[in-house]
């Protein structure tokens, strides 16, 4: 175990990776177009810093003026390189295996729009299966991360957060190596018949998820593995409200025996209980749902066995 922590440490500058890149429409686009992308290539690894949103602070970005044009219902790639000068064949060190994702978030404006807060849903994932780590499929696709962008949601401007976690050092906390940048899109074609429930980031993880504080060597071919985050949304139940409902709350009655179902919408980012407007009453919420924070209106307590904990001012997440 020591001489693989040396070896994965030796690799550590030539692992790092950027999505630097997107094609949509059949169009590659340009290094950077529509992308907020570092000059160095380094990970995040405090999953409570605003940088998780869309990288920045020891990975400072340049913001670009372009936003890139999507058709809802189809499927984009993200292209990720070791450096923005890397080719096909220096993706990231083999040696960084973990899961990829990428996320939604809906925005007014995406070229000014930071990604820091609530708004932010899954839209794909791809963890560990029969000894293949997400990123190795990147890796072995020449730096090709697929994302399908759901028929269903509301057209307008997005910002589209693709991520690779390399968990290489995870197996002590915040020794999972976070990679992520923020693409800028405007989605068309939608039919606007779902709406997905939603999380902040920072938020989303936390340091001591079992998918983010994991020995992955002592891992078999069939290994189970708890990919980390909210679940995927999808236009047909996964991950959404309104006509595409995830999750469930028992409501009280006046009877102790009747209980009914009531769809819970996750809004908003962290916060105290105390600043939580207009709380519904006789309402639970969900593992990893939002529970509080400033202007939060929605359900405060958890489901047991969870408990309602506070990740910033305007996030709190049950755990």
Known sequence: MKVLSLLAAASAASAHTIFVQLEAGGTTYPVSHGIRTPSYDGPITDVTSNDLACNGGPNPTTPSDKIITVNAGSTVKAIWRHTLTSGADDVMDASHKGPTLAYLKKVNNALTDTGIGNGWFKIQEDGYNNGQWGTST??????????????????????????????????????????MECAQINIVGGTGTASPSTYSIPGIYMANDPGLLINIYSMGTSSAYTIPGPAKFTCSGGGGSGSNPTTTAKVSSTSAAATSTSKVAVTTSTTLKTSVVGQPTGCTAAQWAQCGGIGFSGCTTCASPYTCKKQNDYYSQCS
């Open 138 to 179: 990147v890796i072995s696709n020449g730096g090709f991360q697929y994302i399908d962008i759901p028929a269903c949601i509301p057209n307008g401007q997005y910002l589209l957060r693709a991520e690779m976690i390399a968990l290489h050092a995870a197996s002590s906390t915040a020794g999972a190596q976070l990679y």
